[in-house]
């Protein structure tokens, strides 16, 4: 049987005892320092439980190579942590310079949000977007956070809910039939403004629909899935590189303005394998939820503040506040004052067009001299990139407006592009979701063309080519 060194790296070891209790052949004890501690190096069969289970990072496994000359081991109490170890993130997330990877938008999403401060996951799993969580079940024990799969939808996104309450920048991910599950908490997050992130990597519907097939025909639900007049953002990146960016800004969103958000990817993002650019740590900027400044006995969790956007307390911190999913005022219970639902109410609202401005980006291309204007998001914003530069290429006046935030929607923007257009063309995996939503902006100023396509395909460029040329003609 070979020999393994085992390195325990005795400042990063809480004395959990998880890997003396996991450890099939009693390699394990704790010392007089309450440490953990190796009492038979010998019986060690390598199998490496020790180390994956190990919440701290504290312990590492190393099998001997083979036909490596048998060496004495080194001492088993480490004085500096090994380089896999260092760090605040797991191994080779962010460092020092860009980093590049090879990688899928799930995997981007999940490294994504490690990178934002994610430090809880419930969720269930769900086709296309398990990876999400199969990453995170791996990543968050690495950086002291905590993953669990609950028993449903509707129980993760209240877990999720009920971690950001406790001080945790707190996410889910999902698909089709587990996105509308979670419409009710996220009305409660809404109500109660609880930062939250919500992936949705889309498939399509209704109901079980194409569990495997990507389209886009959640986009309204994003925006009206719960009921009632509610505020939340929507994101929707089209790269597996601007996902990484994008779920960044999903929680940095989130906790600015106490906000659920969603980010809309779909199985096309989702399983695409491609080049992303990580940038150096340094460079990522996170964003915290206001805290409060007065004691804890002249706190009021829904003060109406001039900002519109009140501090929120961690629970456990000691400050005490009721929340709830009903109508409330300042203090958090509820009220029936008409006034104070009144205000409320609007505040809630209010804080995302206030700031809209802030939170709204486009992307443009080839807009000089287009006749023929674009839309289009997400994967299909992929084929309709390369339909307009083919278009281009063949001297035919038309340019991109691609939208990586859907909600709010970038009506101000959008006629702006296309002041000097004559018509506006969307192609989206659906039947014309965003097209009427593109209608009611432009108030007749464009005439507005639809290309949907709902059968699970992805749109080739040369069907938008097409349409563009039918428009032009």
Not at 88 to 109: R, S, Y
Not at 188 to 196: D, G, I, N
């Amino acid at each position: 049987m070979p020999n393994h060194q085992i390195l325990i790296y005795e400042p990063w070891c809480k004395g959990c005892e998880i890997c003396i209790r996991i450890c099939p052949k009693d390699v394990l004890a704790l010392n007089d320092r309450g440490k953990v501690s190796i009492v038979d190096k010998d019986a060690c069969i390598g199998c490496r439980q020790c180390e994956l289970h190990c919440p701290d990072l504290a312990i590492r496994v190393i099998p001997d190579r083979p036909g490596k000359k048998e060496e004495t081991p080194p001492e088993p109490v480490a004085s500096e942590p090994p380089p896999a170890m260092l760090g605040q993130g797991p191994p080779a997330l962010l460092g020092d310079k860009p980093i590049i990877k090879v990688m899928t938008g799930n995997d981007a999403c999940a490294l994504g949000a490690i990178a934002a401060g994610c430090r809880f996951f419930a969720g269930y799993p769900i086709t296309p977007s398990s990876e999400i969580a199969e990453n995170l079940s791996a990543l968050l024990p690495k950086v002291g956070g905590r993953f669990i799969q609950m028993e449903d939808e509707i129980a993760s996104m209240g877990a999720v809910v009920g971690a950001s309450l406790a001080g945790a920048k707190a996410m889910t991910a999902t698909s089709g039939p587990g996105f509308s599950l979670k419409q009710e908490n996220l009305g409660y997050a809404s109500m109660a403004e609880v930062p939250c992130v919500v992936v949705n990597v889309m498939r399509g519907g209704p109901s079980t629909g194409l569990p495997t097939l990507g389209t886009q025909q959640d986009v309204m639900q994003a925006r009206w899935g719960t009921h009632g007049d509610h505020p939340v953002i929507v994101l929707c990146p089209f790269s597996v590189e601007e996902t990484f960016f994008s779920t960044i800004r999903a929680f940095n969103l989130a906790e600015k303005y106490r906000v659920p958000v969603v980010v809309l990817m779909d199985e096309v993002v989702g399983h695409t394998t491609e080049k992303a650019v990580l940038p150096p740590a340094s460079e990522v900027h996170v964003e915290t939820r206001p805290r409060p400044t007065e004691p804890p006995e002249r706190f009021l969790p829904y003060k109406h503040t001039e900002s519109d956007i009140p501090p929120m307390a961690v629970y456990g911190e000691g400050y005490r506040f009721h929340v709830t999913g009903l109508a409330h005022d300042e203090t958090g219970f509820p009220t029936n004052n008409s006034e104070e639902i009144d205000r409320l109410l609007r505040r809630i609202n209010r804080k995302i067009e206030r700031y809209r401005d802030e939170i709204v980006d486009v992307q443009t291309e080839s807009l000089e001299g287009a006749q023929v204007v674009v839309f289009a998001y997400g994967s299909a914003s992929r084929s309709a990139r390369e339909a307009v530069r083919m278009a281009r290429a063949e001297g035919l006046p038309v340019g991109l407006f691609r939208p990586t935030v859907l909600w709010p929607f970038p009506d101000k923007e959008l006629v702006k592009a296309t002041e000097n257009a004559r018509a506006v063309l969307v192609p989206e995996l659906n039947l014309g979701m965003m097209a009427h939503e593109v209608e009611w902006a432009l108030q007749d100023r464009s005439k507005v063309h639809k290309l949907g396509r709902v059968d699970g395909e992805p749109l080739p460029p040369t069907a938008i080519l097409a349409k563009i040329k039918e428009v032009l003609g």
